[in-house]
């Protein structure tokens, strides 16, 4: 279709959900006494397990998981393969931008954000013995899946990038059928994780990533921003992304971004409750409390003032590149490795990169449910171990 997105064609979208893999679940669910609790169970095991279809699926969902694995008839896969190698060169930085650039940009799009608090597993339990158990629990998930798609050879048939999408489409699809059985309001918020929100997200994940490494002064070349925008754009085909909400470049996928937000974007306290969640566990995360501050400080430098109010992100305090640079020499013992950058900023996120990986392993450790995985080859690459 041409560019820019019309308005009408965008709402049009927002009544779109997913229709094969909706239809698997819902058949599964409509049979004898199936119900929310069986809709659990598989939500589980889709969640939990490492398999590749785990053998105790009922068989509406295996079938799906034969029906929907192949890869689209215009990918390049010598392209897809460099896209795996920019994920191999900035991982770490990329992992750090889902949470402070990919995730708030989502939580800006206030009908989105409904859904994402409708779920009930990204903000922080106020009982809970662990208050971080469940955001904990959601965030590794999305940063596993974001390891399992963007590995090397993730998308060939013998990686778990193929299958990894899958479940996830899945999962999109049992929260939805649950959802759409509560109050909620189609007319006014569209399907719960609508073909809109679906492309919105898919795209904080592929060129606002771009983007972000440009402002950390880590710009891509033209090529290595294709192919790691194409590698997204196959992921989003394997989840069930309409082709017309895949664009073909990031250029297109900005214009496909702003107009999202343009329609999206408003305070909502379901995207600040979330942001609130995120800097409360990244702060979590960090060692002591030097880089408390840094979570959203770095989440309004990256988004912007307007988006960052919208989340309720609180201003700078203006003596932020100071403290940054306290905590180098007490990290590093030195500062001289950023002469040639003179961002504080910039350089003290690519410490704190590697150290949201290195707490994500520890603590997902902890939880004793699902290991975080990263590839041995990548946690030498990126100095993990």
């Avoid at 689209?72 to 896209?83: C, I, N, S, T, Y």
């Avoid at 214009?255 to 408003?266: N, S």
């Amino acid at each position: 279709m041409s560019l820019p997105y019309s308005n009408s064609f965008l709402t049009s979208m927002r009544q779109v959900a997913d229709p094969l893999a909706d239809n698997a679940v819902s058949h599964f669910l409509h049979q004898g006494s199936q119900g929310r609790e069986a809709g659990q169970r598989i939500f589980n095991i889709l969640v939990h397990n490492d398999s590749p279809v785990p053998d105790d699926l009922p068989q509406e969902l295996k079938d799906f998981f034969q029906h929907s694995d192949a890869l689209p008839d215009w990918v390049d896969m010598a392209l897809l393969h460099e896209g795996e190698q920019v994920f191999s060169a900035v991982g770490p930085e990329i992992v750090m931008l889902l949470f402070c650039k990919s995730l708030p940009l989502a939580y800006a799009c206030g009908h989105g954000a409904e859904v994402l608090l409708k779920t009930g597993r990204l903000v922080n339990p106020q009982h809970s013995a662990n208050k971080f158990n469940g955001l904990n629990r959601r965030i590794m998930e999305t940063a596993q899946f974001i390891m399992n798609v963007m590995a090397p050879a993730a998308m060939s048939g013998q990686g778990k990038g193929i299958v990894t999408a899958q479940k996830v489409r899945l999962i999109h699809a049992c929260i939805r059928y649950f959802i759409r059985q509560s109050d909620w309001n189609t007319d006014e918020l569209g399907a719960p994780i609508n073909q809109e929100d679906l492309a919105g997200t898919l795209m904080s994940f592929s060129s606002t990533v771009i983007d972000g490494l440009q402002q950390l002064n880590m710009p891509l070349s033209d090529r290595q921003a294709e192919a790691y925008f194409h590698l997204w754009r196959v992921v989003g085909f394997i989840m069930g992304v309409q082709e017309e909400l895949l664009p073909g470049s990031p250029s297109e996928g900005r214009v496909l971004t702003r107009a999202i937000l343009e329609r999206q974007m408003r305070p909502s306290e379901a995207g600040q409750l979330l942001t609130r969640s995120l800097i409360d566990y990244m702060a979590y995360m960090m060692p002591g409390t030097l880089l408390d501050d840094f979570p959203a400080d770095m989440i309004r430098h990256l988004n912007g003032d307007e988006l960052a109010d919208s989340l309720g992100v609180e201003a700078d305090n203006g003596i932020f590149d100071d403290v940054m640079l306290f905590v180098l020499r007490r990290i590093l013992g030195r500062v001289d490795f950023i002469l040639d950058n003179s961002d504080t900023f910039n350089a003290i996120s690519r410490i704190v990169s590697r150290r949201l990986l290195q707490g994500l392993i520890f603590s997902y450790n902890d939880f004793k449910k699902v290991q975080f995985n990263i590839p041995p080859d990548l946690q030498t690459q990126w100095q993990l171990v």
